[in-house]
């Protein structure tokens, strides 16, 4: 079991920058793939940006160059820098971490943390 607790969303003037924050109830380097996901109103869960126990990191095409992920394994903490918001990065973010098992993926997910960005 991994529990994750995300903070540090809030309301931010476009063109403005949010720091996101996934604390893990484990050592993030056992986690195999950790990474950020958003649901905006009306529209599917989709892939911000992970990081694999490799360090191999994948971006959404629409916050490439602007968001940067990164993990501080001493404290067990996922960041999300994000840079020159844009309103249509407004929706609710959820920190994601996957655990390959010999046969199945376990899909562990936090609360959620909304981010709303003004025009």
């Known amino acids: 079991q991994v529990q994750l607790v995300e903070s540090g969303g809030g309301l931010v003037q476009a063109g403005g920058s949010l720091r996101l924050s996934c604390v893990a109830s484990?050592?993030?380097?056992?986690?195999?793939?950790i990474g950020w996901y958003r649901q905006a109103p009306g529209k599917q869960r989709e892939l911000v940006a992970s990081?694999?126990?490799?360090?191999?990191?994948n971006f959404a095409d629409s916050v490439k160059g602007r968001f940067t992920i990164s993990t501080d394994n001493a404290k067990n903490t996922l960041y999300l820098q994000m840079n020159s918001l844009k309103p249509e990065d407004t929706a609710v973010y959820y920190c994601n971490a996957q655990v390959f098992r010999a046969w199945a993926t376990d899909d562990y997910w936090g609360q959620g943390t909304q981010v709303t960005v003004s025009s």
């Open positions: 990081i694999s126990s490799t360090a191999r990191t």
């Open positions: 484990k050592r993030i380097s056992s986690i195999n793939r």
